[in-house]
Antibody, heavy 119, light 107 residues
Framework: QLQESGPGLVKPSETLSLTCTVSGASISSVPYYWGWVRQPPGEGLEWLGS???????FYTPSLKSRLNISVDTSKNQFSLQLKSVTAADTALYSC?????????????WGQGIFVTVSS | DIVLTQSPGTLSLSPGERATLSCRASQSVRNNFLAWYQQKPGQAPRLLISGASNRASGIPDRFSGSGSGTDFTLTISRLEPEDFAVFFCQQYGDTPFTFGPGTKVDI
């Protein structure tokens, strides 16, 4: 299971920080990639990036300059940090596990956490 | 980036009917790495199909996927009341991975 946590409200220009806690499996002992996906209100899903337990990351190019995904194997968590947010970053953010390798579908997903960017 | 287009946007059907959903890619999907998900309000997406045609574990056989290259189809042979939801496709062959906008199947 995956569970997102973090603030539901972030001010413009600040950094959005979210954590995904994994239960039922150890991030460091299973050969999976872990990812973040978001969905702005009324829009489609957008893959943000994915990480392996070794720390290897892949990011969507449009956000690469603002996005950092990290992993903490001791806490069985992986995290997302998105810098310099604007209202356009308001979205439902979900973490998910790749089924196997990076090039595999997401299964399962977390429930998601809605983050509003507003002053 | 590979753009995925889904049609129709909304499909209004009744239980027992057949649903045919389309997902078209702007360029060929590598290795037919195309997935279908179902999402109900307030719930996380559920993986239905991977590799264009492989049902995920526990998915009823009324769900089937087909297609290759740029044209893919999800078929629900006989709609059950619990099938009414939003369905979206995703290509995971090339980064950035992309999703279609979704098809809503409602009564």
């Amino acid at each position: 299971q995956l569970q997102e946590s973090g603030p539901g409200l972030v001010k413009p220009s600040e950094t959005l920080s979210l954590t995904c806690t994994v239960s039922g499996a150890s991030i460091s002992s299973v050969p999976y990639y872990w990812g973040w996906v978001r969905q702005p209100p009324g829009e489609g899903l957008e893959w943000l990036g994915s990480i392996y337990h070794s720390g290897t990351t892949f990011y969507t190019p449009s956000l690469k300059s603002r996005l950092n995904i990290s992993v903490d194997t001791s806490k069985n968590q992986f995290s997302l940090q998105l810098k310099s947010v604007t209202a356009a970053d308001t979205a439902l953010y979900s973490c998910a596990r790749h089924r196997m390798s990076l090039r595999s579908p997401f299964d399962p997903w977390g429930q998601g956490i809605f983050v509003t960017v507003s002053s | 980036d590979i753009v995925l287009t889904q049609s129709p946007g909304t499909l209004s059907l009744s239980p027992g009917e057949r649903a045919t959903l389309s997902c078209r890619a702007s360029q060929s999907v590598r290795n037919n790495f195309l997935a279908w998900y179902q999402q109900k309000p307030g719930q996380a997406p559920r993986l239905l199909i991977s590799g264009a045609s492989n049902r995920a574990s526990g998915i009823p056989d009324r769900f089937s996927g087909s297609g290759s290259g740029t044209d893919f189809t999800l078929t629900i042979s006989r709609l059950e009341p619990e099938d009414f939801a939003v369905f979206f496709c995703q290509q995971y062959g090339d980064t950035p991975f992309t999703f279609g906008p979704g098809t809503k199947v409602d009564i």
